[in-house]
């Protein structure tokens, strides 16, 4: 039987002068090599299953450097994307460009973009304490809905470009991957690409639908992405520098 990732281990900290970091390890399968992501708040470990606890801990010590350069960078743009109450008068970005929150007092809840705004509806008589709960909800059901829109147009677009299309187009979320090309050719994005500028989300979708061709990342692979999108490097980029802060608050 194969091995499955095991559960997140207690959480440790790691002290500094400017912060202390929380971090848990997560020993995995599919790992083959010690690697480490900065999460929202945590540092996940991620290590291939029998690896001793005196190599983890040299591998955390050594890379003290960039953990904290990581950490500090991240509490400092945690709210680069994202409001942070979800409280009127605060900004959330949708491809991109940022758009002020706007509450409105309705029998219904829904969300709209009115220009620069995205007016939120809320039931009139919800409790005050379960305001900002209800703004989040509905922000993030609008962005959702945004994302499976929008992916599914440039599925199609690009689809036709290719002349092959996936058999499916699906938003998730999760915290390892932008996007993914199941084996039944089924797509799969992250739906919190939404926030990032356009052509870094349209950029995921020329990926995978890449993928429909060649499942590894070879040179016939990112040729076929260039032959798509030429400028895809700057979109790679983009993710590398602020991929980390798309992440929704919890």
């Given at each position: 039987?194969?091995?499955?990732?095991?559960p997140?281990?207690?959480?440790?900290?790691?002290?500094?002068?400017?912060?202390?970091v929380p971090?848990?390890i997560r020993f995995?399968?599919?790992a083959r090599?010690?690697?480490?992501?900065?999460?929202?708040k945590?540092?996940?470990?991620?290590?291939?299953?029998?690896?001793?606890?005196s190599?983890?801990?040299a591998f955390v010590d050594?890379s003290?450097?960039w953990?904290?350069?990581?950490?500090?960078?991240?509490?400092?743009?945690?709210?680069?994307?994202?409001?942070?109450?979800?409280a009127?008068?605060?900004?959330?970005?949708?491809?991109?460009?940022?758009?002020?929150?706007?509450?409105?007092?309705?029998?219904s809840?829904?969300?709209?973009?009115c220009?620069?705004?995205l007016v939120?509806s809320v039931?009139?008589n919800?409790?005050?304490?379960?305001?900002?709960?209800?703004?989040?909800?509905?922000?993030?059901?609008?962005l959702?809905?945004?994302?499976q829109?929008?992916?599914?147009?440039?599925?199609?677009?690009?689809g036709?470009?290719?002349n092959r299309?996936?058999?499916?187009?699906?938003?998730?979320?999760?915290?390892?991957?932008?996007?993914?090309c199941g084996i039944?050719?089924?797509?799969?994005?992250?739906w919190?690409?939404?926030l990032?500028?356009?052509?870094?989300?349209?950029?995921v979708?020329?990926?995978e639908?890449?993928?429909?061709?060649?499942?590894?990342?070879?040179?016939?692979?990112?040729?076929?992405?260039?032959?798509?999108?030429?400028?895809?490097?700057?979109a790679?980029s983009?993710?590398?520098?602020?991929?980390?802060?798309?992440?929704?608050p919890?």
């Open positions: 039987m194969a091995k499955v990732d095991s997140i281990e207690n959480i440790e900290y790691l002290p500094f002068k400017e912060c202390t971090y848990y995995s399968a599919r090599r010690l690697q480490m992501r900065m999460k929202e945590k540092l996940e470990v991620v290590v291939p299953h029998g690896t001793g606890s190599i983890i801990r050594k003290r450097s953990i904290k350069k990581q950490y500090l960078a991240q509490q400092q743009n945690k709210y680069l994307f994202w409001p942070e109450n979800f009127p008068g605060e900004t959330v970005s949708i491809l991109g460009e940022k758009k002020i929150l706007d509450l409105k007092l309705f029998d809840c829904s969300a709209n973009i220009g620069q705004r939120v039931n009139g919800i409790a005050i304490n379960m305001l900002n709960a209800s703004i989040r909800a509905e922000v993030i059901a609008h959702k809905k945004m994302a829109f929008y992916v599914e147009d440039y599925a199609q677009k690009i036709r470009q290719l299309w996936p058999k499916s187009v699906r938003i998730r979320e999760t915290h390892s991957r932008w996007g993914s039944h050719q089924d797509i799969y994005i992250n919190v690409l939404i990032a500028p356009e052509q870094v989300l349209r950029y979708v020329v990926h639908c890449c993928h429909l061709f060649y499942r590894s990342h070879g040179v016939r692979f990112w040729q076929k992405v260039e032959s798509i999108m030429p400028e895809y490097k700057k790679e983009w993710l590398r520098r602020y991929g980390a802060y798309l992440m929704a919890n």
